[in-house]
């Protein structure tokens, strides 16, 4: 697995705290972004270099220049069940801002890492104007915009995130259970061998669940 310069967006959220020190294990140099400074700390003992800026007011050129310098990045944030227009700000504007720039950069744009969730690009929900609403719009537009790109990306799509430990994936085609669950760290070990490999899954989006098949054998 080859070594990397990584920048985790969104890093203090509940799947960057697994992924980023995994990423670190594995020999990567990772940067990891956040608007709060209160995690950066955690971060900085983890081994990774600390970036506090706020997604959402960077322009494209604040984009070319905080992408420019890594070969992958993974993009973790959101905006946590905050309301609609904070939703829309970071899960959708500020992700489409990213791919804008990762198109600008062209050959030299890094591999991207977009976390999502299972059925994200196809999936609806009722408009009631809450943060739900904007959530899922806001990834179905952001994974829709991706697979109709050239760009070098992996989309994950874990279902229902847990804080259980990871035992194992299962890849899932076609149908999800409603009940199913994936741990946090499960999507972790997915970013991390995303990144290792550099290059799309056979699967892209690729849909999965807590199992009990080897990660790097996905």
């Known amino acids: 697995m080859e070594t990397r310069h990584v920048l985790v967006l969104g890093a203090g959220g509940n799947v960057s705290r697994h992924s980023v ?8 140099k990772v940067s990891a972004l956040v608007r709060n400074p ?18 959402t007011t960077l322009d494209a050129e604040d984009w070319a220049r905080l992408l420019t310098p890594f070969d992958a990045v993974v993009w973790s944030a959101g905006a946590g069940g905050g309301s609609a227009e904070l939703t829309f700000a970071v899960d959708r504007d500020a992700a489409m801002a990213m791919i804008d720039a990762l198109e600008e950069l062209g050959e030299y744009a890094p591999f991207l890492v977009m976390v999502s969730y299972a059925g994200a690009a196809e999936a609806t929900a009722e408009d009631d104007g809450g943060s739900w609403y904007a959530y899922v719009e806001a990834k179905k ?3 829709q915009r991706l697979l109709g790109s050239n760009l070098s990306y992996q989309i994950l799509g874990p279902t229902r995130l ?6 194992g994936i299962t890849v899932l085609d076609g149908a999800r259970d409603a009940d199913s669950e994936t741990p946090r760290e499960l999507v972790a070990d997915v970013i991390v061998e995303s990144v ?4 799309a899954f056979d699967h892209n989006p690729i849909d999965f ?6 990660v790097s054998e996905i």
């Open 162 to 167: 847990t804080d259980d430990a990871a035992s």
């Open 209 to 214: 669940e807590t199992g009990e098949g080897k």
């Open 196 to 199: 290792g490999r550099g290059e």
């Open 21 to 28: 020190p995994k990423l670190v294990k594995e020999g990567h």
């Open 141 to 143: 537009a952001v994974d």
């Open 38 to 55: 209160d995690h950066a700390q955690k971060l900085a003992d983890d081994g990774a270099t600390v970036i506090v800026r706020d997604l």
